[in-house]
Every structure is written in structure tokens, then in C-alpha cells.
């Protein structure tokens, strides 16, 4: 499913408007009806139920009004208070005012004296509070009486259902600069809005509804809309293929390069991940110094003995030896617990520059990188970067704040400068690629925010191109099956999950989704 910028969806409805011939008008009278629809499942029977709207002035508000009079129809009673005066509106929000008006729908204006007490009491008696105050042209800081507005329905205590967006969520970036509305469900139109799905938006838009107006299948649908919300059909579209006669060479070769002395974990998660996800070989090249251990820890696995520094990491002296053992290998995975030691990281920069292999550069290879980002370029492949906020603020140079606030900018403009496929990694986890395109994932939760997560996904991701798919589809699938496999465990055990724990679960997740 595309997933929509405000401009994006802007540019959409002034398509079916001019282009197709669908007056405003009728698309808000179909998106005020679904907000109405979804109001009278959540009540139950509306008769009688007291309905709270507070609208503002624009089309978010002309939803708001649309709604209230349906409810009103269907014996609500309905309290419809304004955010702004009434000479203010216009056009087609001016035009279903007025007839909710005419059909006796009880209006109140928040801007006159004492209204603000009167709206507090009609919300506290509630039984549904609707936010139509802001949608998705609202952006910078909150004025009044929109600030005052929206700490009335959050402290209502009421079930809270929002129109497109809630309420002071920036609709491209996800971000609440003071205050939102909270939630329980929001209905959004045509398409969902990024910032429904970008945190600490998502946080606030509880259950997301997406509503049809009428607004044609080849808009939605169209190229020039660049980002995309994963969903598990088109996951399950991308699942590798095994064939009844296929054997262990079928399934590629994974080569992890990682491990240091006090950091062998890291490199074993990774290989986990990499088995876990079906590759038919995986080898791990470690220094010398721990490849014992890994030898006990990964019984599944081959190991590769590389020369070490004292410190017991890898050295200049292992690049050759890595680089020949990778002409064996499908893909190359290199970062997961390396170190930082400064000859680790020219070894790691060297191969770099030198593999043909596709890679996957996690943990401490983007350190490495940081600084020299132009050997990206200058590697014959290309490479699939997972980095988290705080890797990407040091590849970047910006802030951690900054990587936030703009999460799918930010990936798209590195990935296409460095012609690199970016996954940036946290909750709702960005994919960009080169080319501009944008996925963001559905899956995940808060109990996989521990150590080891990361490399889990790097093994999974270089497993699926040892498969034969493409760094593209394989980054995407990865990411999806990663979120969806923390979900399966966070279902029986939401707080106390381990890197391990989501890697036994990759091959059951992979079956659900060949069902």
C-alpha cells in the first residue's frame, strides 16, 4: 500500500477534482460519512449517545461537520464546537456547516466567553469525542484556541476518534512539537499519511482506518508516489522459493566478518539470524583468538581463522585472506562485533573498496565508514547499510534529534547521494534506496529493544540475497520478517525478549506467511 506525503495527497485530490470531475464537496460528504460509520461502530447504537466534535476551519473541520450531521441523523446527540469564528470558514466546509446547521445539528463556537468551560462539560459526559480540529496542513507550533482544544479532549478520559490525522501530528515527519491529540482510532483517507506510521506520531493515532472517497485506484497507486507501507501479502510475495530437490549450495553462501575479543556474541547472532533465515551455508571469519569459541557457539556454522591485533581484533593482515575466501560466498557481511581498534578499521575499509560480492555493512563497519562515505561509490557493490539513529547521525553528521525528526528524508537524500540502500533501523524502521523509493514497516514492538536485535537482522537480510533475491527485495523482506517475528514473541512475552529468542522464531514466522 503507498502511503502519502500532504503535498502527495493534495496533488491527488486536486486530480480527481479538476481531472476526473469529482467535486470537493462529495469527497468530503463520502470522508465525513466513514468518520460517521466508524463512530456508530464504536458507540454501538448512536441513539441517544452523546457525540463531542470539535472542528476547526479548514477541510479537516468540513469532515467534522459532514459527520456531525450524520450522527445527528441517526439520533446522536451531537455537541459541535468550532475552534474558529464563524465568518472564517469557506467554501466547501462553509457549504456542509451550513446544511448540518439547517438540519439542526447544536453548534457552539469554543472563541466566544465561556464556551471553553461549555465544551470541557459537554466532553466529560461524552460517550465519543471527535477531533476534526488540524488534518494534515497543520505544521510548526499550535496556537489558540487549537493548544487549549486539544488538552481538553485528551484530559476527557473519552474514547477519541480522529479525522485523517490527529491534531497536532505533522503529517510528513510524524512529530508532536508541543501537544496532540491522543487517539484510539484514526480514520484516514485514500491513503495513510506518513505521519501516521512515523514516531512519535504513531504513538498517537491508535487503530488506523483507511477510508475510500472515491478517489480513483490509478491515483493511489501511481509511480510518482514514492514510499510504500509494507504489508504481509507483498512480504509473502517475496519469499524465496524452495524446490523439493534443492540442496545446501541452493541456498547460497553467507560470509559474516566480525568478532573481537570480549565481542564474539554479536558475530554469533548474526549467523543465527543468517541459518535461521535459510541460508544454505554460513561461514563466520573472526580473529584467530576467539574463532574457538565460535567454533562452540556456532555448531552449525564453519569458522575462518583471521590474523588479529594484539588487542584481538582483525588486522591489515586478514583482508586478502577474507577477501579470497569471499569468491566462495554469495554475500558478505561484515560489522558485527569488529571493534573500533584504528587498524580494524582500515582492514574493514580496505575490503570495502575491494569486494564484488553484495554487501551488508552493520555496527562497526558504519563506524569505519564515517568520514569516508565516498568508498561506497567506489565499491564495486552495493551495499545495504542498517545502521540505527545513532550510527546515522555519525555517518551524517547530524544530530540524533535531527535523524528523527526526519527519519525518511534523511535515509532517502544518503541513500541516493551514496547510491547505497539504507535501513534505518528503530521503530517502524525507513528502507531507501537509490533511486528515491521509500518502505516503511508495520511490523515490530518495544520489547525488541535490546541488544543483539540488529545483528539478528543483518544475518536475516544476507541470507535472503545468498537466496538468489535481490539486496532490494531481500532489505525489504528482511525488515518485515525481523518486526513480525518480535511480534509473534512479544505476544506471550512482551517485556524480557532476546536476540535469540526472535531468531528461533524467523523459520515459524516464514511459514505464516506461506499460508
Known amino acids: 500500500m503507498k502511503i502519502a506525503s500532504a503535498q502527495e495527497m493534495r496533488d ?72 474558529v469564528d464563524r465568518a472564517m470558514i469557506q467554501g466547501d466546509a462553509l457549504i456542509h456547516l451550513e446544511t448540518a446547521l ?23 459526559f461524552a460517550d465519543l469525542v471527535i477531533d476534526a480540529l488540524l488534518g494534515t496542513g497543520f505544521h510548526g507550533e499550535l496556537s489558540e484556541p487549537y493548544r487549549d482544544s486539544i488538552e481538553l479532549i485528551n484530559s476527557a478520559g473519552r474514547i ?41 506520531g504513531a504513538d498517537f493515532a491508535g487503530r488506523i482506518e483507511v477510508a475510500p472517497i472515491g478517489i480513483p485506484a490509478e491515483l493511489l497507486t501511481a509511480a510518482t508516489i514514492r514510499q510504500t507501507l509494507l504489508t504481509q ?3 509473502a510475495s517475496l519469499l524465496p522459493r524452495r524446490l523439493p530437490d534443492s540442496h545446501k549450495g541452493s541456498f547460497g553462501h553467507v560470509l559474516v566478518i566480525g568478532g573481537s575479543r570480549g565481542m564474539s556474541g554479536a558475530v554469533f547472532l548474526a549467523a543465527q539470524g543468517a541459518l535461521r533465515t535459510g541460508a544454505g551455508l554460513v561461514t563466520v571469519a573472526v580473529p584467530a583468538g576467539i574463532g574457538q569459541v565460535l567454533e562452540i557457539k556456532t555448531t552449525e556454522a564453519m ?11 582483525l588486522g591489515n593482515e586478514a583482508v586478502k585472506l577474507a577477501h579470497d575466501f569471499s569468491a566462495r560466498t554469495s554475500v558478505v557481511l561484515a560489522g558485527p562485533g569488529l571493534g573500533r581498534q584504528e587498524e580494524t578499521m582500515d582492514a574493514v575499509r580496505e575490503l570495502v573498496t575491494m569486494m564484488d560480492r553484495p554487501l551488508v555493512l552493520d555496527a562497526d563497519a558504519l563506524f569505519s565508514l564515517s568520514g569516508h562515505l565516498e568508498l561506497l561509490s567506489a565499491s564495486e557493490a552495493l551495499a545495504v547499510l542498517t545502521p540505527h539513529p545513532g550510527e546515522m547521525a555519525r555517518l551524517t553528521g547530524l544530530s540524533v534529534r535531527q535523524i528523527q525528526s526526519d527519519r525518511i528524508g534523511v535515509a532517502r537524500r544518503f541513500a541516493m547521494e551514496w547510491k547505497s540502500i539504507v535501513v534505518l533501523k528503530g521503530p517502524h524502521t525507513v528502507v531507501a534506496f537509490p533511486d528515491g523509493e521509500i518502505y516503511v514497516n508495520p ?36 525488515v518485515y520478517l525481523h518486526g513480525l517475528a518480535g511480534d509473534r514473541v512479544a505476544a506471550n512475552q512482551p517485556a524480557g525478549m532476546t ?17
Open 443 to 478: 511490523t515490530g514492538n518495544s520489547g525488541m529493544a535490546s541488544g543483539g536485535m540488529g545483528d539478528v537482522l543483518a544475518g536475516m537480510i544476507a541470507a535472503l540475497i545468498a537466496q538468489g533475491m535481490s539486496s532490494h527485495d531481500a532489505a525489504v523482506l528482511g
Open 160 to 200: 477519541v476518534l480522529s479525522v485523517d490525522i490527529p491534531s497536532g501530528v505533522e503529517a510528513d515527519t510524524g512529530m508532536v512539537r508541543e501537544k496532540a491529540v491522543r487517539a484510539f482510532c484514526t480514520v484516514t483517507f485514500g491513503l495513510p499519511k506518513l505521519g501516521l506510521w512515523l514516531y512519535p
Open 303 to 313: 569458522t575462518l581463522e583471521l590474523p588479529e591485533t594484539l588487542a584481538g581484533g
Open 499 to 515: 536476540a535469540m529468542d526472535l531468531a528461533e522464531q524467523i523459520p515459524a514466522t516464514m511459514r505464516s506467511l506461506m499460508v
Open 12 to 83: 491527488i485530490d486536486k486530480s480527481t477534482i479538476e481531472w476526473f470531475g469529482l467535486p470537493g464537496v462529495a469527497l468530503m460528504e463520502n470522508a465525513g460519512r466513514a468518520v460517521a460509520e466508524k463512530a456508530i461502530s464504536l458507540l454501538g447504537e448512536p441513539r441517544g449517545k452523546i457525540v463531542f466534535i470539535v472542528c476547526g476551519g479548514g477541510n479537516n473541520g468540513g469532515d467534522g461537520y459532514v459527520a456531525a450531521r450524520w450522527l445527528h441523523n441517526c439520533g446522536a446527540r451531537v455537541k459541535l464546537f468550532l475552534a
Open 233 to 235: 501479502e507483498y512480504a
Open 102 to 124: 439547517r438540519m439542526g445539528v447544536e453548534c457552539f463556537d469554543i472563541t466566544e466567553p465561556r464556551s471553553m468551560e461549555k465544551a470541557r462539560i459537554a466532553a466529560a
